[in-house]
């Protein structure tokens, strides 16, 4: 495949909205890191509503386009054919909607985009068990195997599950783990004036968890610990941060009455709040690497998680005794108060995960990332 190198190499990303996010804030990374006078990137999004890094992106000369229409492909599939002719012609689409990448790439196909790559970040279809789904899942699967040129994954695992469901057999197939900006993470604090800032308490341990407010992040048991703690008397705070979900307003009259765990959301910059922070709390059900982990984990933050193949992928492996099955209330709050009631240890595995977070610097990701671009040159 000859693409010319007398202009950049237009690649078109295509996501379900550019909200804060593993993925969304892993291509933001990479955008504002990348030679952009060498990659042309534009996003393809599936909302019409204004999204958390739409204004970021365009400040850096990239284009937000909707293209809406999901349940009715007839209408998507005109709109994406004339988005391609209106803002192309693309080098590369480069499609991160998991089994919808098989419809995303079959008309990129029929445009002639050369280049065509499905990113497949979760480890499972947590949607399987709706009805229609394996009608849905054998399409999909099987317009990925015939149109993709390239397949990639965040993890060895997601890879591996992926593998089960689709044929990859012929096509370029890559790990490509999402990298985090580490000197963000790398600066001093004052831990009580960011606690003052966000009303959390200066006196108690705080426990974090930052993920979307989506069913499979599992907040519902973050609330369980949080009061079977503090079921005597306040011990530990427990903050929960995130931006966007369709549980947001569930969680937010759960923990309306209570003085023990509180809700952040619409932060931009949620480094200083980890760094604030003594313990990260990962409770998610399904995830294709966990990338929040290696933030946590740069921020020199001791995790507890659930013990899924992927995220144990994503902590250093001195944290896997720390990991608990999903669920598992009891071993999840005997797990984070042996972390919070010995400095030693906490202190030992601060000191360890920030060892562990070095092997996924932004850099790394992007250069992977570029040599990939470059061999479809």
């Not at 996003?43 to 509503?49: A, E, K, P, R």
């Not at 054919?81 to 080098?91: A, C, F, S, T, V």
């Not at 952040?264 to 604030?276: K, Q």
């Not at 659930?306 to 598992?328: D, G, Q, Y």
Request: glycine share 4%; proline share 5%; hydrophobic share 40%.
């Amino acid at each position: 495949m000859m693409l010319t190198k007398q202009r950049p190499i237009h690649i078109l990303q295509v996501v379900g909205g550019m909200n804060r996010g593993g993925i969304e804030t892993w291509l933001m990374n990479v955008l504002q890191n990348i030679d952009r006078d060498r990659f042309q990137i534009d996003f393809l999004v599936h909302t019409t509503q204004p999204c958390a890094y739409d204004d970021e992106v365009r400040a850096l000369g990239s284009k937000i386009i909707p293209c809406p229409y999901l349940s009715q492909p007839w209408l998507y599939a005109r709109n994406f054919k004339r988005i391609l002719r209106e803002h192309g012609p693309y080098d590369i689409v480069h499609s991160q909607v998991y089994l919808f990448d098989g419809f995303v790439l079959r008309l990129a196909d029929q445009k002639k985009v050369p280049v065509k790559i499905s990113h497949i970040h979760p480890l499972t279809d947590i949607k399987e068990k709706q009805f229609l789904r394996p009608i849905y899942q054998w399409f999909m699967t099987r317009w990925i195997a015939e149109y993709a040129t390239h397949i990639l994954s965040p993890s060895k695992n997601s890879s591996e599950s992926f593998r089960k469901i689709c044929d990859c057999s012929g096509k370029h197939t890559e790990i490509l783990y999402n990298g985090v900006k580490l000197n963000h993470f790398a600066k001093e604090v004052d831990r009580i004036a960011i606690r003052q800032k966000f009303a959390i308490p200066i006196d108690k341990p705080v426990v974090i968890y930052v993920a979307r407010l989506t069913a499979h992040k599992n907040h519902l048991q973050m609330l369980r610990i949080a009061e079977q703690i503090n079921r005597d008397k306040l011990q530990v705070s427990f903050v929960m941060v995130g931006s966007h979900g369709e549980l947001m307003e569930t969680i937010k009259e759960k923990i309306h009455h209570r003085n023990d765990i509180s809700l952040l959301t619409g932060v931009e910059d949620i480094s200083e709040l980890l760094l604030a922070a003594d313990l990260f709390f990962f409770p998610s059900l399904e995830e294709g690497f966990g990338v929040v982990a290696i933030e946590a984990a740069a921020a020199g933050l001791p995790i507890v998680a659930t013990n899924l193949p992927t995220i144990r992928e994503a902590i250093s492996p001195s944290h896997h005794a720390f990991m608990f099955p999903p669920n598992n209330d009891e071993v999840a709050c005997a797990n984070i108060l042996k972390i919070l009631n010995n400095e030693y240890l906490r202190n030992k595995l601060s000191c360890e995960s920030k060892e562990w977070a070095v092997n996924f610097s932004i850099t790394k990701s992007i250069q992977q990332l570029i040599s990939l671009y470059s061999t479809c040159q």
